[in-house]
C-alpha cells in the first residue's frame, strides 16, 4: 500500500528544473522557497470533499483543476502574485489512472499561472484534496474586505449563478453543457485581481454565493449596501435553462462561481474604466456601499427585492445524485 | 449547516493580537505574513485520516495535537523556525465540544513553539486533517536529506519503537500506558534540529519507522550504512512490554516516532558532542555512512541482522481495532 501511493506520488513530481524562487523542491522533508525583497507572502488554504464540494462522479481532472482553481481564487482576491503551492490528497484507492488525470487538471492550471507544486502528502483514506497555495504581493499592498468606504462602486466579474446551476443540470442541451462546464472549471480571476490592486478599495471572492460573500466584505468594512438586481450579470445559458427568477436567486446565493466582487472609489473610477477596457472577463456595476448595514436589492425603480434566507444549502439537496444520463 | 461550521471555525480564530510578522491573519481570503530579510521560506505538508493515522477513537485532544506534531517533526528535520501555520480541517459532524478538544489539543502545542494559526477552511466531510507550517531558515542553511558525506556518524534522537508499540497496546499496565502517551503524543524535536543546523550534514525525521527513513536519507545521499542493532535506542518500557526481538522491529519499522535522524561528519564531532551535553532529549550514535549502498545492521561483533521486509503496512492491521477494555 505504501509503496502504491510512493509510485502515485510520483506522478505529481515534475521538478525537471527548478522554477524561480525554489531553493528546495518536492522530494525532502520541506520545501525552501525565497521570497522576492520587499515582497509580503500570501497564505491561502481551501479543502474539497468529494460529496461535498463536487459530486463523487466528477471527473478526476476537473477535481485536480478544482482543487487548484479554489485556491487561486483565494489568491486573486488578495491582489496577490500565485507562486507554490502544497497538494494533500487522501484518495480511497491508490488507481494511477484516477490519479494521473487528476494531476493532468491540477497541472493544467498550475502551468498557465506559473505555479509550482513544492510539496505535499498523498495518503490513503477519503477522497479529500487540500490545496496551500503561496503568492507574493508588495508589503502593504494586499487587497482587504475590510477597507471599503462610503460610496464606492461595488462590482463583480463574469456571470452569477452558471456553476449551481451547471452543477444541478443534466446536460442535455447546449446551454446545459455550458453552465456544467463553467462549474466543472471555474476560471479564478488572477489576472483581474492582480490588476486591481490599489485601484479596489476592498475585494473579496464569491465562493458562497454574491449575497453571502458581500456580506462578508461589507460587514468588515462596517458598511451596508444599495443594490440593482437588474445588473446582476446573468449568462443567456442560465436565463435560458432556469427563466429570470431562479437565475436570480442562483446568483445570489449558489455559489462556486469563484469570480471577484470588489468595491471601486470615485476618485478611482477613470483609471478603472481604462482598466477594464483591457479586460477580456466582462464586469457589472451592481450597486453602491452606504453607511447604513444590509444589503438593499432594488428590482426596479423602488420595489425591494427580498433574497431568500438561505445560502450554501439552498441548491445543495442534489450535489451527489448522479443524473440519469450520466452513468 | 455552513452557520455551524462557521461557528465551529471561530473555535479556532484567537487573535486579538497579531503574532510577530503577521500582517493579516485569520478572517480574510487569505493571510499576509512577512519574513525576515535574508530568511527563506519553509513549507511543510501533512494530513492525517481518522482509521489510517490514527484510530478512529483517538480523543479528539490528541488528533489537535498531533495534526500540528507531525508538521513540527517536519520542520525540525529542515533545521527551520516554526512560525505560521494553515489548518484544513474535515469533519463529519459540527460537534462543538470535540472541536473544543481539538483547538486545544492543537494550540498547547502550537503555543509551545510560538507557532500562529494564520487560517484554514473547515468543512463537512469525514474526518481529515491537513495542517501546513511555514518555517524561516537563513538563506541556504536548510538542513537537507541530500547532504551526507562517506564516513560521517549517524545518530538518531530519543527511543524508538515506543510509538507503534502504544499504538497497538491496551493500557493495560505502566508501561503500555507510556508507551501510548508516546504514540498519542509525540515530541517534535524542534529545538534540537534548530541546534544542529550547520553542524549535521543531512537530517531527516523518522515518521515511517527508522529503516524506511535512512533509506530516504541515505538514497539522496548516494551512500550506504554500518548500523549497530546493541546501539539502538529502546526504552525500558518497550522492552518491557514486548521483549527485545519485537522492540528492535518496532525500532526499525513501526514508524510513528516523530525522532530526527541526522548525520554529523568528523569535523563537527567536538562541537556536536558539546551541544547535546545540553539537550534534555536522549541522543545514540547508531552508525556510520559508507560509499557501497544499503543498510548493514550488525547484531555483535559479525552477525549480520536482516531486516523483515515490511515497512508500514508490518504493524497496521490493529491500527483501527478498539481494544477490549477501551469502549
Given at each position: 500500500?505504501?509503496?502504491?501511493?510512493?509510485?502515485?506520488?510520483?506522478?505529481?513530481?515534475?521538478?525537471?528544473g527548478?522554477?524561480?524562487?525554489v531553493?528546495?523542491?518536492?522530494?525532502?522533508?520541506?520545501?525552501?522557497?525565497?521570497?522576492?525583497?520587499?515582497n509580503?507572502?500570501?497564505?491561502v488554504?481551501?479543502?474539497?470533499?468529494?460529496?461535498?464540494?463536487f459530486?463523487?462522479?466528477?471527473?478526476?481532472?476537473?477535481?485536480?483543476?478544482?482543487?487548484?482553481?479554489?485556491?487561486?481564487?483565494?489568491?486573486?482576491?488578495?491582489?496577490?502574485?500565485?507562486?507554490?503551492?502544497?497538494?494533500?490528497l487522501?484518495?480511497?484507492?491508490?488507481?494511477?489512472?484516477?490519479?494521473?488525470?487528476?494531476?493532468?487538471?491540477?497541472?493544467?492550471?498550475?502551468?498557465?499561472?506559473?505555479?509550482?507544486?513544492?510539496?505535499?502528502?498523498?495518503?490513503?483514506?477519503?477522497?479529500?484534496?487540500?490545496?496551500?497555495?503561496?503568492?507574493?504581493?508588495t508589503?502593504?499592498?494586499?487587497?482587504?474586505?475590510?477597507?471599503?468606504?462610503?460610496?464606492?462602486?461595488?462590482?463583480?466579474?463574469?456571470?452569477?449563478?452558471?456553476a449551481?446551476?451547471?452543477?444541478?443540470?443534466?446536460?442535455?442541451?447546449?446551454?446545459?453543457?455550458?453552465?456544467?462546464?463553467?462549474?466543472?472549471?471555474?476560471?479564478?480571476?488572477?489576472?483581474?485581481?492582480?490588476?486591481?490592486?490599489?485601484?479596489?478599495?476592498?475585494?473579496?471572492?464569491?465562493?458562497?454565493?454574491?449575497?453571502?460573500?458581500?456580506?462578508?466584505?461589507?460587514?468588515?468594512?462596517?458598511?451596508?449596501?444599495e443594490?440593482r438586481?437588474?445588473?446582476?450579470?446573468?449568462?443567456?445559458?442560465?436565463?435560458?435553462?432556469?427563466?429570470?427568477?431562479?437565475?436570480?436567486?442562483?446568483?445570489?446565493l449558489?455559489?462556486?462561481?469563484?469570480?471577484?466582487c470588489?468595491?471601486?472609489?470615485?476618485?478611482?473610477?477613470?483609471?478603472?474604466?481604462?482598466?477594464?477596457?483591457?479586460?477580456?472577463c466582462?464586469?457589472?456595476?451592481?450597486?453602491?456601499?452606504?453607511?447604513?448595514?444590509?444589503?438593499?436589492?432594488?428590482?426596479?425603480?423602488?420595489?425591494?427585492?427580498?433574497?431568500?434566507?438561505?445560502?450554501?444549502?439552498?441548491?445543495?439537496?442534489?450535489?451527489?445524485?448522479?443524473?440519469?444520463?450520466?452513468?
Amino acid at each position: 500500500m505504501l509503496a502504491e501511493f510512493e509510485l502515485i506520488a510520483r506522478c505529481f513530481d515534475r521538478s525537471t528544473g527548478r522554477a524561480l524562487g525554489v531553493d528546495v523542491g518536492i522530494g525532502d522533508d520541506g520545501a525552501v522557497v525565497s521570497l522576492t525583497a520587499g515582497n509580503s507572502l500570501v497564505v491561502v488554504t481551501d479543502t474539497i470533499v468529494a460529496g461535498v464540494h463536487f459530486p463523487a462522479y466528477t471527473p478526476a481532472h476537473a477535481v485536480g483543476y478544482r482543487a487548484l482553481a479554489v485556491n487561486l481564487s483565494d489568491i486573486a482576491a488578495m491582489g496577490a502574485t500565485p507562486r507554490w503551492a502544497s497538494l494533500a490528497l487522501a484518495l480511497p484507492d491508490a488507481e494511477a489512472e484516477w490519479v494521473a488525470d487528476f494531476a493532468a487538471g491540477f497541472f493544467m492550471l498550475a502551468d498557465a499561472y506559473n505555479v509550482e507544486l513544492i510539496g505535499g502528502d498523498t495518503v490513503s483514506g477519503p477522497l479529500v484534496a487540500t490545496v496551500t497555495v503561496h503568492g507574493e504581493v508588495t508589503a502593504g499592498m494586499a487587497a482587504l474586505r475590510s477597507t471599503a468606504s462610503e460610496g464606492d462602486a461595488i462590482y463583480v466579474t463574469g456571470n452569477l449563478g452558471d456553476a449551481v446551476a451547471g452543477r444541478l443540470s443534466e446536460g442535455d442541451t447546449d446551454a446545459e453543457r455550458y453552465l456544467a462546464e463553467r462549474f466543472l472549471y471555474p476560471t479564478p480571476r488572477v489576472h483581474e485581481g492582480l490588476s486591481l490592486r490599489g485601484i479596489a478599495s476592498a475585494m473579496i471572492d464569491i465562493s458562497d454565493g454574491l449575497h453571502a460573500d458581500l456580506d462578508h466584505l461589507l460587514l468588515a468594512s462596517g458598511l451596508g449596501a444599495e443594490l440593482r438586481l437588474d445588473a446582476l450579470p446573468l449568462s443567456p445559458q442560465l436565463l435560458d435553462t432556469v427563466g429570470r427568477d431562479q437565475a436570480i436567486e442562483m446568483a445570489l446565493l449558489g455559489g462556486d462561481d469563484y469570480e471577484l466582487c470588489f468595491t471601486v472609489p470615485a476618485g478611482q473610477n477613470e483609471i478603472f474604466q481604462a482598466l477594464v477596457s483591457s479586460w477580456e472577463c466582462p464586469v457589472a456595476h451592481i450597486g453602491i456601499t452606504v453607511a447604513s448595514e444590509g444589503q438593499r436589492w432594488h428590482d426596479g425603480a423602488q420595489q425591494l427585492y427580498v433574497v431568500p434566507d438561505s445560502g450554501f444549502d439552498h441548491f445543495m439537496a442534489a450535489v451527489d445524485e448522479l443524473p440519469e444520463d450520466a452513468g
